[in-house]
């Protein structure tokens, strides 16, 4: 079954150092890949996606991801972080073939001054 | 407004009640999804329009759940004889064509908070 896993449900990082999310999946053939945020009481926003191309791409608010085809892996990154980032993040996946997004679960971020 | 546009943004309703909720989603775009939220959790998918095709319903969670789509536009998504399981944050999203695997993001509006008493 096709699945998107994202294993830390929180993350916590102190304000100026780099952050990570993590997220793996296990769909068939290329997929393309999206991050969202989400902020309180607000609707989720786009953040980046890869669809070809160069493994590390860059999206809104400085962040960025990188794309490991080995390891099934799009962990977003950002170099150094902000209290404004604490959020939630999901990441999803989408079959080239199907037009459903598959969703992780999301990871609350949380940025400490 | 640019974006995907919901209402209300709050609902408050009694046990066995109906409800209505609305999305507008962005002019343009053909696919329109519905999505549930349960506080702080991950997105579980309703319903999938696009465009004049028959919509997927395959992720309704019961009979008493039910939408449509009037003119390729605004959709409304109706829960009969609403149960206190129903209270959740119910999310409106819209894209360009998504058929065949399209690369195009959701857009999100900010969704309905429905709470059943």
């Known amino acids: 079954a096709q699945s998107v896993a994202q294993p830390e449900d929180q993350v916590n990082v102190a304000e100026g150092n780099p952050l990570t999310v993590k997220c793996t999946y296990s769909v068939s053939g290329n997929p393309y890949l999206f991050w969202y945020v989400q902020y309180p009481n607000r609707g989720l926003q786009f953040l980046l996606k890869y669809i070809t191309g160069d493994n590390l791409v860059k999206g809104s608010y400085g962040f960025e991801a990188e794309f490991n085809k080995s390891q099934t892996s799009f962990h977003l990154k950002k170099p150094s972080a902000l209290v404004s980032d604490s959020a939630l993040y999901f990441c999803?996946?989408?079959?080239?073939?199907?037009?459903?997004?598959?969703w992780g679960a999301g990871t609350k971020l949380i940025i400490k001054p | 407004g640019a974006g995907v546009s919901q209402s209300p943004s709050n609902k408050v309703t009694e046990k066995g009640k109906d409800v209505e909720l609305r999305c507008d989603p962005i002019s343009g775009h053909t696919a329109l999804y519905w999505y549930r939220q349960s506080l702080g959790q991950g997105l579980e998918f309703l319903i999938y329009?696009?465009?004049?095709?028959?919509?997927?319903k395959s992720g309704l969670p019961s009979d008493r759940f039910s939408a449509e789509r009037t003119g390729g536009s605004v959709s409304t998504l109706t829960i009969q004889r609403t149960q206190q399981e129903d209270s959740a944050v119910y999310l409106c999203?819209?894209?360009?064509?998504?058929?065949?695997?399209?690369?195009?993001?959701?857009?999100f509006g900010d969704g309905t908070r429905l709470s059943i008493l």
């Open positions: 999803a996946v989408r079959d080239r073939s199907n037009y459903q997004l598959i």
């Open positions: 999203a819209s894209s360009t064509s998504a058929q065949y695997g399209g690369d195009q993001p959701q857009h």
């Open positions: 329009f696009q465009g004049n095709s028959a919509p997927d």
